[in-house]
């Protein structure tokens, strides 16, 4: 099949049914000026997510991995007035260009960015119990994907809801041979979440403007 469909369908989507407003737009500008990889989601996904976080009533959010904030943006926008979200960041660039764009999105008083790494974070917010969190989404650097799913138990309660990002790495996660550790990490995490009794979980494949990649969507039982 054309992969150009792929993008058409994801371009169809986004016309009917996005809310990709002029502060997303400038977001995903900002990004570019400021040389952060453009390894966010797309319009569509952003809009999912929200739509998740809707969908599970979420009030406390978890994001692992802020860039420039784009999808902070998204689920941020689900959240009730007293809400929160939590975003772990390790560059502190790319959290002072999300830190701006989530001023010009009206969302600095719910959201909080947190820069260093994201296992001391993480363990920073469970030794000062701020958990648990209704939703967690995790799109950060690959190769400790199953630790972080790991801390994502930690700070959740049943009926959290997980969602990991990138996880089929255009289809080579089929392949016990590659040596692409972002592709260890998410085979790695994978084969955990198939294997752990505490979640209901599957895997849907995505395909786009960013070609064939993957989510996990986890509910904590």
């Given at each position: 099949?054309?992969?150009?469909?792929?993008?058409?369908?994801?371009?169809?989507?986004?016309?009917?049914?996005?809310?990709?407003?002029?502060?997303?737009?400038?977001?995903?500008?900002?990004?570019?000026?400021?040389?952060?990889?453009?390894?966010?989601?797309?319009?569509?996904?952003?809009?999912?997510?929200?739509?998740?976080?809707?969908?599970?009533?979420?009030?406390?959010?978890?994001?692992?991995?802020?860039?420039?904030?784009?999808?902070?943006?998204?689920?941020a926008r689900a959240l009730p007035a007293?809400?929160?979200?939590?975003?772990?960041?390790?560059?502190?660039?790319?959290?002072?260009?999300?830190?701006?764009?989530?001023?010009?999105?009206?969302?600095?008083?719910?959201?909080?960015?947190?820069?260093?790494?994201?296992?001391?974070?993480?363990?920073?917010?469970?030794?000062?119990?701020?958990?648990?969190?209704?939703?967690?989404?995790?799109?950060?650097?690959?190769?400790?994907?199953?630790?972080?799913?790991?801390?994502?138990?930690?700070?959740?309660?049943?009926?959290?809801?997980?969602?990991?990002?990138?996880?089929?790495?255009?289809?080579?996660?089929?392949?016990?041979?590659?040596?692409?550790?972002?592709?260890?990490?998410v085979q790695r995490f994978n084969k955990?979440?198939?294997?752990?009794?505490?979640?209901?979980?599957?895997?849907?494949?995505?395909?786009?403007?960013?070609?064939?990649?993957?989510?996990?969507?986890?509910?904590v039982k």
């Amino acid at each position: 099949m054309d992969t150009s469909l792929f993008e058409s369908v994801d371009q169809y989507i986004g016309n009917l049914l996005g809310d990709e407003d002029a502060v997303l737009r400038g977001t995903l500008k900002s990004m570019k000026d400021a040389g952060i990889p453009g390894i966010n989601v797309t319009a569509n996904q952003g809009k999912f997510l929200q739509v998740l976080a809707k969908l599970c009533n979420a009030k406390k959010i978890l994001e692992i991995g802020t860039l420039g904030g784009y999808s902070t943006i998204w689920m941020a926008r689900a959240l009730p007035a007293d809400g929160q979200l939590i975003t772990l960041e390790l560059e502190q660039a790319y959290a002072d260009v999300a830190h701006q764009n989530i001023i010009k999105a009206g969302l600095d008083p719910i959201v909080d960015i947190k820069v260093g790494k994201a296992m001391d974070s993480l363990a920073a917010l469970d030794a000062e119990d701020e958990g648990p969190f209704d939703m967690i989404f995790i799109d950060a650097d690959k190769p400790p994907y199953t630790e972080y799913f790991e801390w994502a138990l930690k700070l959740s309660k049943p009926g959290t809801l997980i969602v990991a990002d990138n996880v089929i790495r255009e289809g080579k996660v089929l392949d016990d041979n590659c040596d692409d550790e972002r592709v260890r990490g998410v085979q790695r995490f994978n084969k955990a979440l198939a294997d752990n009794k505490q979640v209901a979980a599957t895997i849907i494949q995505t395909v786009g403007t960013k070609e064939h990649d993957g989510m996990a969507i986890v509910v904590v039982k």
